[in-house]
């Protein structure tokens, strides 16, 4: 279908709620594909539609870390909710598609059991663990609006902050779309 841009911090947008999903319509299938075929040609795991500018409760993960084959495409979240996550946490370096070139030490469970319905309007749960319950758990921070930048402090968010903007200059897209510090609101 359509590659579309990603929206970048601190761009405004990805602090938005996103809105639930009522019933699988076209425009919903066309959504899935446009995110499919953006996300995989960013090399992404996965996608939330928030970050294309579209504030819906839907998020994809990569086919085969959702342990499925390539040709059916990436599993997509609609209306996700978490049902449980482990006792047992893990640190790992966490890049994300809205944060280019950024990676930040990132505590999460090992293993999250999610229940959502998929694109084709059935009702699932997935029980992932390591990178996949990882995936996950990123993915659904979206969802809320929360951020790789929550998991740092106020030094090295601003640090991101200005990486991103002096990239978006070299690459002539401006730089601040209004979002402000989340623990200040400044």
């Known amino acids: 279908m359509a590659v579309r841009d990603i929206v970048v911090w601190p761009d405004s947008r990805l602090r938005e709620k996103s809105r ?13 594909r446009d995110m499919t075929d953006t996300m995989y040609a960013q090399n992404g795991l996965g996608l939330a539609a928030i970050q294309i500018g579209v504030p819906l409760q839907m998020f994809l993960v ?17 209306n996700p909710e978490i049902v449980e996550t482990g006792d047992e946490t893990e640190r790992s370096e966490e890049g ?15 293993q999250a059991k999610l229940r959502a319905m998929g694109i084709d309007g059935k009702t699932f749960e997935v029980d992932g663990e390591g990178l996949m319950a990882r995936c996950m758990l990123h993915e659904n ?8 930048v929550d998991y740092v402090g106020p030094l090295k968010r ?21 979002e402000g510090d989340a623990a200040t609101g400044r």
């Open 20 to 32: 639930e999903i009522d019933e699988i319509t076209d425009e919903i299938r066309t959504l899935y």
């Open 96 to 110: 994300c598609l809205s944060f280019p070139e950024v990676y930040v030490p990132v505590d999460r469970p090992v």
């Open 141 to 148: 921070d979206h969802l809320c609006g929360k951020l790789l």
């Open 62 to 78: 990569e086919a085969r870390l959702a342990g499925r084959d390539e040709e059916d495409g990436p599993l997509a979240f609609i």
């Open 158 to 178: 601003q640090m991101i902050k200005r990486r991103l903007k002096r990239a978006a200059a070299q690459q002539g897209k401006g730089g601040d779309a209004g």
